[in-house]
Structures are given as structure tokens and as C-alpha cells.
């Protein structure tokens, strides 16, 4: 905690140098800002400030493993831009779209946009409406962070995830518990080669599991 009384950002660990590269000065200010206005505007929890690197930014850049080179990534619910800013600062060869219905946090998502000067585009609205998939137009990967349950976060993308689409979804220890007894639901909604995958092995604490599923042909 800063003589000001606002909470301080933790220093980067010696990991998130390997992970960011160029990019590591722009991580920096993205947690930065996390502890400040992320924590005032309650996009962040007061708590979570000493943990911002190993439980939320490394955690969300790890998922950049399960990323197809040149990927256009649209990350749903994004909030504070969990995963979607610190896979595509690992990333630069993505092309990120931050999805978010609500104002306040899309307020804050275009502000990290415009202070880190990179192209990402912030659409306001909600992954299943028609405008929203209009406005994002052709999706290779969807990413989400925690957005809902499984089945209910296939149905609400679905008009994004077009046959061929990736659904990488960083999700709990109970919905890996899950995740078997839900696979045939989530085939019967039109979703292929789902698997939990280990990223970030090698980032200690930070590493993570996603969900990976491919939207089938129909």
C-alpha cells in the first residue's frame, strides 16, 4: 500500500519477462491499472491486488498455448480484459475483439485500449445478440474467463462460433470435475474434440486448464 493509502501493484515476476518479452512495460501498466481504477471501479477485488500477476494476468496469457497463430480472438464477458488483454500482449500476432455488456467496465477496457496504443476493438453488447456477432464479424477463437457454465456459454456464442471456431474457456476445478458427464450435451449442441488442456506449465502457480472444443460443421 502506497503512503496514499491506494493499494500498490505488485512488482512483475522474473516469469512474466519470459512470457511478455517487448510487450512486458505494457503488462506492467495493464496491472497497474488493475489496482487502481480496476480495484475502484470493483472490477478487482482489494485481495487480489498482491496476486494480479500469478492468479489473473499470467493465468489469462497462458491460454495463448491453446491459440492458433494469427487467430482473430474475440474474448466474451471480458470484464477487466481477463483473458484477452494479457494473451494478445503475449500474443501480437492476434487480433483481439473485447466483448462486454456493461458500461462501466467497457468504459475501463477502452481506456486500457487507448493507453496501451494498440488496435484491439471493445464492443459493448452481449455474445449471443445479433449485432454483436454482426459487428465482430469472421471468429477463429472465442475465449471467456469464468463466464458461466459450460453448455449455457456454447448456447450464448453460438451465433459467433462458426463451424471450424475454437472455444477456449478458462474454467474452475468443479467444472473440470464435470466436464466428462458434460460432453455429450455440449456435442449435441454442435461442439467437437472437447478436451481440458494443461497451459503454463512452466509458470508455476499461474499455470492453468483450459477447455478447448471446435465447433462441428452444423
Known sequence: MS??????????????????????????RYVARLASDGVTRGLIGPREVPRLWERHVLNSAAVAEAVPEGARVVDVGSGAGLPGVPLALARP??????????????????????????????????AEERAVV?????VDVVTARAVAALPRLVGWCRGLLRPGAQLVALVGARALEELPGLVPELERAGMRDVHARAVGTGLGEAATTVVVMTRGPR
Open 3 to 28: 503512503a496514499s493509502g491506494a493499494l500498490s501493484a505488485p512488482p512483475a515476476p522474473d516469469a512474466a519477462r519470459s512470457v511478455f518479452g517487448p510487450a512486458l512495460p505494457d503488462a506492467e
Open 93 to 126: 500476432d492476434v487480433r483481439l475483439t473485447l466483448v462486454e455488456p456493461m458500461a462501466r467496465r467497457v468504459e475501463f477496457l477502452e481506456e486500457v485500449v487507448a493507453e496501451l496504443g494498440t488496435p484491439w476493438r471493445v464492443v459493448r453488447g452481449r
Open 134 to 138: 454482426r459487428e465482430v464479424g469472421p
